[in-house]
T-cell receptor, first 114, second 116 residues
Framework: AQTVTQSQPEMSVQEAETVTLSCTYD???????LFWYKQPPSRQMILVIR??????QNATENRFSVNFQKAAKSFSLKISDSQLGDTAMYFC???????????FGKGTSLLVTP | GAGVSQSPRYKVAKRGQDVALRCDPISGHVSLFWYQQALGQGPEFLTY????????KSGLPSDRFFAERPEGSVSTLKIQRTQKEDSAVYLCASSRTGFSPDYGYTFGSGTRLTVV
């Protein structure tokens, strides 16, 4: 079974600053996908960024980038130029290459302050 | 529709009552998933449909939970004889294809069930 651990229950960052959210996972799979989802108060899970394990290059989506360390089983999310609208719960998730179910961590609550 | 629609948005049930939660996926989406999100936790997989076929129900917590998607579009998650531990947000997601890491899932806004 795969486990996903997010060790930071809460984080706070000032507007325009950079923040990094941590995620580690445990798996015996050699190929898989990793995701960061954002869940605002509306409750809808919104995909932020996705990384395929066989790709060494770290994924980037505008202000969001990841630091994927496969050997260390670490997948952190960096948010640059933080905006008030980034305030939300952030969940790290794992999916096996041949799978369809997402395994989520417990989440990190991010607060962006003016 | 433009997104995944779930109803009701909130549901309060008395312990022992039966409830039915509805999910309207994006039109034409083949795959449909149900997740349960307890307070302060990440979502946990409940069940997976490909069209009308329920391919995986391994995450359903007990035989009080039942899901169906009879025509391959709308899905209903039914919980019989609700218990307090069933209180959670129930999220539905749909995807265009079967295995979908490449296409991603679209989630609905969930139904918050409170059992009193």
């Amino acid at each position: 079974a795969q486990t996903v651990t997010q060790s930071q229950p809460e984080m706070s960052v000032q507007e325009a600053e950079t923040v990094t959210l941590s995620c580690t996972y445990d798996t015996s799979e050699s190929n898989y996908y990793l995701f960061w989802y954002k869940q605002p108060p509306s409750r809808q899970m919104i995909l932020v960024i996705r990384q395929e394990a066989y790709k060494q290059q770290n994924a980037t989506e505008n202000r969001f980038s990841v630091n994927f360390q496969k050997a260390a089983k670490s997948f952190s999310l960096k948010i640059s130029d933080s905006q008030l609208g980034d305030t939300a719960m952030y969940f790290c998730a794992f999916m096996k290459n041949s799978g369809y179910a997402l395994n989520f961590g417990k989440g990190t609550s991010l607060l962006v302050t003016p | 529709g433009a997104g995944v629609s779930q109803s009701p948005r909130y549901k309060v049930a008395k312990r022992g009552q039966d409830v039915a939660l509805r999910c309207d996926p994006i039109s034409g989406h083949v795959s449909l998933f149900w997740y349960q999100q307890a307070l302060g936790q990440g979502p946990e997989f409940l069940t997976y449909f490909q069209n009308e076929a329920q391919l995986d129900k391994s995450g359903l917590p007990s035989d009080r939970f039942f899901a169906e998607r009879p025509e391959g579009s709308v899905s209903t998650l039914k919980i019989q004889r609700t218990q307090k531990e069933d209180s959670a947000v129930y999220l539905c997601a749909s995807s265009r294809t079967g295995f979908s890491p490449d296409y991603g899932y679209t989630f609905g806004s969930g139904t918050r069930l409170t059992v009193v």
